[in-house]
C-alpha cells in the first residue's frame, strides 16, 4: 500500500505553501523508504517553484537536500538497513547503464535521469521532493551520513557540498595552490570550506568586504572587494583557480585575466543571461573555463566523509514548516546564514490545509 504523509506543496508560482497530503510508494524490491529529518532550501527550488526554470508541475513539493533516517528496506536492499542514517541529494533514478551511469556520473546520464522533484518518474508521475515527512527512494541514490554530521548541517551537502566539492576536487586542489572564491553565499561558503580543507591559500572575492570576517572564521586567507579601482589589473594572474558561486552576470574575460598560465575558472553559478567571451582570453595562458552540475553518486559520498574527516558542514538556519514562506522570501534577497533547513518534526505542528 502506498504511504501516506505530509508534504508542503505549492500549487502556484504565486500561491503560498500549504501543507498536504501525499502518497509515496510502497517500497519496490530495491527501495528505501527514509523518515525525513532535516530539508534544505535551495536557490534552485526558487527557481524551479517560480517557473524560472520551464515549467514546474503544480502542485508540487521542492527540496533535494534530505537528510533522515532508514524506517523501512526493500526485500532485495543490500546497503542499508532500519536505522541507517542516510541522506538523498538532486537525483533519485538514472538508466544505470549507460556509460555515464557506470561510471559513477549519474548526474551526466546518456538517457535523462530523474530529478528528486518536478520530473517524470518511471511510472510516469511526477517526483515529489524533500519537503516532506517521508520519502521512497531507490537505494543507488541514498547516501550513507556519516555519524560525525548532524542531520541538519548534513542535508545542505547533498546539493550545496557536492555541487562545489566536485570541481574542487575534479581540478586537483591541494597544498601551495592560490584558489579564489567567487561569492560568500549558500554555495561559496561550502566551497571555501573545502578549498581550505585541501591545504589551498583561499581568496574571497566579493563586491564588498562586508563578509571578511565571516570568510576569516571559515578559513579564507584573505577577502578582496572586486569594486576596488584598478582590482583586475591589481590582481591579475593572481589564481591557479577560481570558482564563480554567483548567478549575477559577470565580466568573464576579466576575471579569466585574474587567473595564472593554464588556470581554471570553474562556473557553477547560473547567470540568467549569455556571457561575452573573447576567446583570446582562453588561448592567452592556455586557460580553462570550465562548468560543474552536481556530481555522481561515489563523488557525493566521497563529499560527505570528506566534510566528516575535516569538520566541515554547512551554516545554517533553522526554520519551522510554517515558516517557510518567509524564508523564501528572505532566500531570495540573499539575507540568510548561509543556508535555510526545515525542521520536519514541526509538520506535527502544522494541520493538513482546507
Known sequence: MPITVKALQKFGPDQPFKVTEIERRDPREDDVVIK???????????????????????????????????????S?????????RVGVGCLVNSCGQCEQCVAGFENNCLKGNVGTYNSRDVDGSITQGGYAQKITVNERFVLRIPDALDFDVAAPLLCAGITTYSPLARWGVKPGMKVAIMGLGGLGH???????????EVTVLSRSLSKAEEAAKLGAARTLATSEEGFFKKYRGEFDLILNTISAPIDLNAYLGLLKPRGVLSVVGLPPQPLQLRMGSLVGGGKVLTGNNIGGIPETQEMLDFC?????????EKVAVDQVDEAYERVAAGKVHFRVVIDTATFEDVPVSA
Open 36 to 74: 525525513i529529518e532535516a530539508a534544505g532550501i535551495c536557490h534552485s527550488d526558487l527557481h524551479t517553484i517560480h517557473n524560472e526554470w520551464g515549467q514546474a508541475h503544480f502542485p508540487l513539493a521542492v527540496g533535494h537536500e534530505i537528510a533522515g533516517t532508514v524506517e523501512a528496506v526493500g
Open 76 to 84: 532485495a536492499v543490500t546497503k542499508f538497513k532500519v536505522g541507517d
Open 190 to 200: 561550502m566551497g571555501l570550506q573545502f578549498a581550505v580543507a585541501m591545504g589551498a
Open 308 to 316: 566528516a574527516e575535516h569538520g566541515i558542514g554547512a551554516v545554517i
